[in-house]
């Protein structure tokens, strides 16, 4: 007589260790339910269901947005809040001068009581997850506990999520805890701790993605970048893309800029009709785990499992892979509504939007119909040029890293540093203009290293030192270049197109690494010189190509003392290597 199977353990059952930490939760924060969520897309589909039927989510158009969803946050809750997120760790000098520092024993304090009987009526969910593919061994795994059913269905699409997730943390034993309650949605008992000695993460008060999808930038930067630190890789702020020329060449780059700067337009980029044979393939848009391979090389993985992107200036001729990826399947976070229930944004060449995205009749004397930081969550198997190896569990190896960032002028279109540890510099000296997606006022210069300023979960100083320590372990590292899309003349207008033409840039770079292009030394570091650029099919003229390749010495003098007087708060945790590069720069352009 045959053996009936057993039945699947409940997924409660499979980790004592989370099953323990859900109960401790669950005693503190006094939810109505306890709801384990198994990551399914029939129950994502359920969960919205009730969202609609309670009025938080509005079903869009089906026939024009098949399975599509808008949600509004509180008119109050629309950014991340870097002033009211903290890494406390037992030395404030660990955390360093580019954090908000708090003692874990007062944090943990502080949160535990705004956490105490916060969810009475509410359901806590509990989302086991892992960050990259589930079978990579550069993956990391997370369970995060939340009371909105909002950030289960984000995280859902964002992470590998359920059942999978939850049999690997019970094999390995170890995950990084996420508990986060909406609260009251008051900005005054609004928090966002982080013990990266712990492994934690706890969130009070936010609904906005960045404060409270904790498996994003809360895990795979701030926590992830102190286990990188200790396990000798590097979680980063960057994009990956593979870019394969008309030879059949493939190459994966990855690049790092601060919101709003092109990520999302660069990581999905289409190549122009004037470039035939160029192929483009998006791993991924926002965040990249780079881990030292036995071959001498970087190698990188995308933890994150779908798109959190900014919706405002989407269309078909900034970002046509995005505008097709987002018409089906997506949750739609603070657009505009036009009269047919259809998502409207800033940036689209057709509809008009009558319901802004407050709920309210659109007045264009009330500001913009969209929220210049209004989202779009989808799976990244939407994207047309997603690639292929997006679930190795190997990641792909690194030709080149970028970083950017968004100046009016100083920064030229491109140039490549002199070797790594001009490369780290490079990176630490990042400056762009500030954006909608965190609160503050916006176009400010500031600077951003690496783009990581919102995001290192410790001292920048030590994190440069462990830059320098990984790259002196590669025999065959990345080059690193600097980019600026958003060069402007004196009467402010843009001296390159960008969007597409940007493959004209990154080809040089790639040339580069193949050591077939040429270069001139800047006194920044090298330049590709004009002739050394496709610009075939371009209108683009001489002169305008020649300032976009310019260095002025004068305001360089003044940028390399402005980098100087940022790196000194760092005081003798600055490694040594950085002040060296920069006298350097300063002695090439006669500073």
């Not at 001498?296 to 405002?312: D, H, K, S, T």
């Not at 600077?447 to 100083?461: K, L, S």
């Amino acid at each position: 007589m045959a053996t009936a199977s057993p039945l699947p353990k409940p997924m409660s059952q499979l980790s004592r260790a989370v099953t323990e930490w859900v109960e401790s939760v669950r005693a503190l924060t006094q939810p109505a339910e306890v709801r384990w969520c198994e990551g399914t897309r029939a129950e994502r589909e359920a969960l919205m269901a009730e969202l609609v039927r309670d009025g938080e989510l509005l079903r869009l158009d089906p026939h024009a947005f098949p399975d599509c969803y808008l949600y509004r946050s509180d008119p109050a809750d629309v950014a991340r809040v870097e002033h009211l997120t903290y890494i406390c760790t037992a030395s404030k000098e660990d955390a360093g001068p580019n954090n908000n520092w708090m003692d874990p024993q007062s944090a943990h304090a502080k949160m535990h009581e705004l956490f105490r009987g916060c969810m009475r009526a509410r359901t806590l969910y509990v989302i086991p997850y892992c960050m990259g593919p589930i079978d990579s061994p550069l993956a990391r795994c997370g369970v995060e506990i939340t009371d909105s059913a909002y950030v289960a269905i984000n995280m859902m699409i964002m992470t590998r999520s359920g059942r999978a997730a939850l049999e690997r943390i019970a094999r390995e034993g170890t995950f990084v805890r996420g508990l986060h309650s909406t609260g009251e949605l008051d900005p005054n008992r609004r928090f966002i701790m982080h013990f990266p000695e712990e492994l934690s993460i706890e969130s009070f008060g936010s609904g906005y993605g960045g404060n409270a999808l904790l498996g994003k930038k809360c895990h795979a930067l701030r926590i992830a970048s102190w286990q990188a630190r200790d396990e000798g890789w590097l979680a980063e702020h960057m994009l990956i893309v593979g870019l394969r020329s008309p030879r059949g060449e493939t190459h994966y780059v990855a690049a790092a800029f601060p919101s709003a700067c092109g990520k999302t337009n660069l990581a999905m980029l289409i190549p122009p009709d004037s470039m035939p044979g160029w192929q483009v393939f998006t791993v991924g848009d926002d965040i990249a785990w780079l881990h030292p391979g036995p071959d001498g090389r970087l190698w990188a993985i995308n933890p994150e499992a779908g798109y959190f992107g900014v919706v405002p200036g989407t269309n078909p001729q900034t970002n046509r892979n995005a505008y097709e990826m987002i018409r089906r399947d997506t949750l739609f976070t603070n657009v505009a509504l036009t009269a047919d229930q259809r998502p409207w944004w800033e940036g689209l060449p057709e509809g008009t939007p009558v319901i802004d995205w407050q709920g309210r009749p659109y007045d264009p004397s009330r500001g913009p119909a969209a929220h210049p930081n209004s989202r779009f969550t989808v799976a990244s198997k939407h994207n047309p040029c997603c690639s292929t190896h997006v679930d190795d569990p190997r990641g792909v190896p690194i030709s080149a890293i970028i970083f950017g960032g968004r100046r009016r002028e100083v920064a030229p279109l491109v140039y490549e540093a002199r070797d790594w540890a001009h490369g780290v510099l490079v990176g630490a000296s990042v400056a762009s203009e500030t954006t909608a997606a965190a609160v503050g006022q916006v176009g400010v210069v500031r600077r951003d290293p690496m783009a990581m300023q919102p995001f290192c979960g410790y001292n920048f100083a030590d994190y440069w030192r462990h830059w320098l320590t990984v790259g002196a372990k590669l025999t065959r590292p990345p080059r690193i270049f600097h980019v600026n899309w958003f060069r402007r003349d004196p009467q402010g207008k843009f001296l390159w197109p960008g969007y597409g033409e940007n493959l004209r840039v990154l080809a040089w770079m790639l040339e580069r690494c193949a050591d077939k292009a040429g270069a001139v030394d800047g006194g920044i570091g090298l330049l590709p010189r004009p002739e050394d650029l496709n610009t075939q099919g371009m209108a683009l003229e001489p002169e305008t190509l020649r300032a976009l390749l310019s260095v002025d010495a004068e305001l360089w003098r003044k940028e390399i003392a402005e980098t100087g007087a940022y790196l000194e708060q760092y005081g003798e945790r600055l490694p040594a290597q950085l002040t060296a590069e920069l006298a350097k720069s300063a002695a090439a352009l006669g500073a």
